[in-house]
C-alpha cells in the first residue's frame, strides 16, 4: 500500500506539471489582439523550412561556363620577396599567352589574417576542359618546370580549389587603382549552401552602393561547402564606414540573421595586390 500511495503521488505531481506546460502551450496558442505580439509570437514559433534540392548545387546557382581555380601557397617567412620576384614573370607569362587556356584573375599577397601566404585566382572561360587542357600543357612545358622546381624552395605547403560563380552576383567589375581586398571565407554547414544563396541573392543589394563587391565564389573541388567572397576597399577605414552604414539599410539585418547558423567556421584576409595582378 506504501508503494502504490507513492506511486500515486509521484504520478499526481507529474499530472500537475504537465498540466502546467499544456496550460502556457495553450496560452502562447491564443489569439492576441496586440499587432506587435502577433509579430513576436510569430518569430518565436517560426520554423525555416529549408527545401530539398532538386538538382546539383552547380546548376542551381551559376549559369556560368567559367571555372575559377584558387591557389594558395604558404611561404617561408624569409623568402616571401624571392617568392614574389620569382612569380611575377611567370604569372605575367601564363596570363599573356594566348595558348594557355586561362587568365590571371587576381594575384595578392596577405597583410592581415594569414600571414606568408600568397593567393593567386585563375579563370577558365571554357570551363573544365579549359582546366583539362591547362594542365596538360603545364606539365610539358619546360619554363614552367623549373619556376615550379624553384618555387618549390620557398614554399611550406600549398593548395588549391576549382570554384563557380554565384549567378546572382554578377560579372566581376573592373576596381581603380590603390586598393585591398578582403578575402572572406565561410565554412558552411553540409546541405546550407543553397539556403545561403537565396538569403545573399537579396542581401547582396545592400553591399553594391560603393561598389565593393568583387566576386563570389563556391567550391566544386577541394574544401567543399566553402564560400568566398572578395570586397575591395581603398583602406581599412573606408572598409570600417561601409560596413557600419550597411546595417542602416532595411533588409540587411536579415540576411545576416539568417546566414550567421549556416556558419561552421569563418576567416577574413586583408591582401595587397602583387604588380602583376589584373585587379589592383
Known amino acids: ?91 605575367k607569362r601564363i596570363h599573356e599567352n594566348p595558348d594557355f587556356p586561362c587568365r590571371l584573375f587576381g594575384s595578392w599577397s596577405t597583410a592581415f589574417g594569414h600571414q606568408d601566404q600568397a593567393v593567386h585566382i585563375w579563370f577558365y ?54 586598393n585591398l581586398y578582403e578575402l572572406r571565407s565561410y565554412h558552411l554547414r553540409p546541405g546550407t549552401l543553397i539556403e545561403w544563396a537565396n538569403n545573399w541573392k537579396n542581401g547582396i543589394k545592400h553591399r553594391r552602393e560603393h561598389s565593393e563587391a568583387v566576386a563570389g565564389l563556391f567550391t566544386q573541388v577541394g574544401d567543399l561547402y566553402l564560400v568566398h567572397h572578395i570586397w575591395a576597399y581603398p583602406d581599412l577605414q573606408t572598409r570600417k564606414e561601409i560596413r557600419e552604414k ?9 540576411c545576416v540573421a539568417y546566414t550567421v547558423p549556416l556558419i561552421r567556421k569563418m576567416e577574413s584576409r586583408i591582401m595587397i595586390p602583387l604588380p602583376c595582378s589584373p585587379l589592383q
Not at 506587435?36 to 534540392?53: R, S
Not at 546557382?61 to 624571392?82: A, F, W
Not at 619546360?142 to 576549382?162: I, P
Not at 550597411?246 to 536579415?254: I, L
Open 246 to 254: 550597411a546595417w542602416q539599410n532595411p533588409g540587411w539585418d536579415n
Open 125 to 178: 572561360d571554357t570551363g573544365y576542359h579549359g582546366v583539362k587542357t591547362m594542365s596538360e600543357k603545364l606539365w610539358e612545358d619546360k619554363e614552367y618546370n623549373e619556376y615550379k622546381k624553384l618555387r618549390g624552395e620557398m614554399l611550406m605547403d600549398r593548395s588549391n580549389s576549382l570554384l563557380l560563380p554565384f549567378s546572382f552576383w554578377g560579372k566581376p567589375q573592373p576596381t581603380d587603382t590603390g
Open 1 to 91: 500500500m506504501a508503494m502504490n500511495g507513492r506511486h500515486l503521488l509521484f504520478r499526481s505531481s507529474h499530472f500537475l506539471r504537465n498540466a502546467g506546460i499544456v496550460k502556457h502551450v495553450q496560452a502562447l496558442q491564443r489569439p492576441y489582439s496586440s499587432s506587435q505580439n502577433e509579430g513576436w509570437l510569430k518569430n518565436l514559433l517560426h520554423v525555416k523550412k529549408v527545401e530539398p534540392a532538386k538538382a546539383a548545387h552547380s546548376e542551381t546557382l551559376t549559369n556560368k561556363e567559367v571555372v575559377y581555380e584558387m591557389q594558395i601557397h604558404n611561404i617561408k617567412p624569409d623568402r616571401m620577396r624571392d617568392y614574389i620576384q620569382a612569380s611575377e614573370h611567370c604569372l
